[in-house]
């Protein structure tokens, strides 16, 4: 039986659940500040660390489609609570590492706790908050995305500073503890279907996912999310490196100043784009695809500068306007995708596009490590540079990949 979401009680939902993505960012961007204490401390090559930065976004890659299918069908506060539980205490495992093997096996550890939690928080978030207000909702729960990444990036090597690295994790780690007791306190589940038709019963696992992956504009924009993440991947794992060695920047400074100018431009256009998007769909169909599109059209150009600019100035100038691009391109990646999907497959396409923007994107902090690993410590930042900015061609892929799937939208009626 559905029931009518409380006002009240759908804006603490998102305050606690914007808390939740918050640190889930955090502690996925905390290591990359960290990494040149680590290639210190243990003598790790960049393709080693690029290994480690990448063992995260695989595992959570290959959990996301079962992540997904459970957000549709099992209790949501149960899978955002065990999962930030999980996650948490596996970065205060990540404390104890020392071996190699040790990194990998404990990031990959947190990439599973942590890839139970978007389809689940956007599907509850989405059942709390009605036509009216989902779409504020949804926007302002983006913006953790990026306070987490600079929060990690910053605190993480204030902390590693002043206490060690070790002690970064656990603070982080601890954190997150802390949350999940207030989550089993405060959390609350919501069944709502604001179809007002009888809900049709649950699809099987291969069933669900064989149907989705039947349609030409979801794999599509998949590919185009695996595209531009693998671009996302690469700063997030590497700005800190290539801002701490180009520019000798502390490691303070180089983990803030990494993360902030983009991460900072992403909050402000990642709201605007939608507004912009939901305006434009009144008169134009596919309007949210066409706006993705020319946001990483512009991307493309920015990157290149990012990995071209001779000075620091420039570089924060082109980072903050890559963030601008960015995040109007993350504003509509899952708006865009539910223009193909009905309400109730909603967090097991979110499952779908993470299997695939994770899977495809880990490989760009890899293949960046690789490109800088083998020869000498002065060639190795001219050759992060240049595939900093060749890593452009991801984004032009990306946009043409989103207009194909905007032919097929219009083409086709609406599943809603």
């Not at 680590?38 to 959570?60: C, H, N, P, T």
């Not at 993440?229 to 180009?246: D, H, M, Q, R």
């Not at 709201?271 to 946001?295: W, Y």
């Amino acid at each position: 039986m559905s029931r009518i979401p409380n006002n009240r009680e759908k804006w603490i939902v998102l305050a606690l659940l914007w808390w939740v993505c918050l640190l889930n960012y955090a502690d996925r961007q905390a290591i990359s500040s960290l990494f040149p204490l680590l290639e210190r401390d243990f003598g790790f090559s960049k393709a080693q660390l690029g290994l480690i930065g990448s063992a995260f976004m695989w595992v959570y890659a290959a959990s996301a489609p079962l992540a997904g299918y459970a957000g549709d069908r099992l209790n949501r506060k149960g899978l955002i609570l065990g999962g930030c539980l999980f996650w948490s205490l596996m970065t205060a495992v990540t404390g104890w590492c020392g071996k190699l093997w040790q990194f990998v096996g404990a990031r990959s550890l947190i990439g599973l706790g942590e890839s139970v939690y978007f389809p689940a928080a956007a599907s509850l978030l989405s059942d709390h908050h009605g036509p009216h207000t989902r779409s504020t909702a949804l926007s302002f729960h983006q913006s953790a995305v990026y306070v987490g990444t600079i929060a990690g990036g910053w605190i993480g090597a204030v902390i590693a500073e002043h206490y060690g690295w070790r002690w970064a994790f656990y603070a982080f780690g601890g954190a997150g503890i802390l949350l999940s007791v207030i989550l089993l306190l405060r959390l609350r589940e919501m069944h709502h279907d604001d179809s007002g038709r009888p809900a049709e019963p649950p699809k099987a696992f291969l069933h669900t996912f064989a149907g989705l992956i039947s349609r030409p504009g979801i794999l599509l924009l998949a590919a185009a999310f695996a595209c531009a993440n693998g671009v996302s991947a690469i700063f997030l794992i590497w700005a800190p490196t290539f801002l701490f060695e180009k520019f000798h920047l502390g490691l303070v400074a180089a983990g803030f100043s990494a993360v902030a100018a983009i991460q900072v431009a992403c909050a402000v256009s990642a709201p605007l784009s939608g507004l912009l998007a939901d305006s434009l769909s009144l008169k134009v169909r596919g309007a949210r695809m066409l706006v993705q599109a020319a946001a990483l059209l512009l991307g493309a150009l920015c990157v290149v500068l990012v990995g071209a600019a001779p000075t620091l100035p420039l570089l924060i100038g082109a980072m903050l306007c890559f963030g601008l691009c960015k995040g109007a391109y993350d504003g509509g990646i899952f708006a865009s995708v539910f223009e193909f999907v009905p309400p109730r497959e909603r967090a097991s396409t979110v499952g779908l596009m993470n299997l695939c923007g994770w899977g495809g994107g880990a490989l760009g902090p890899l293949l960046v490590g690789l490109v800088s690993t083998g020869v000498s410590e002065g060639a190795q930042m001219g050759r992060m540079s240049a595939a900093i900015s060749w890593s452009s061609l991801a984004y032009l892929v990306a946009a043409g990949l989103i207009l194909a799937a905007l032919r097929i939208y219009r083409a086709e009626p609406s599943p809603h």
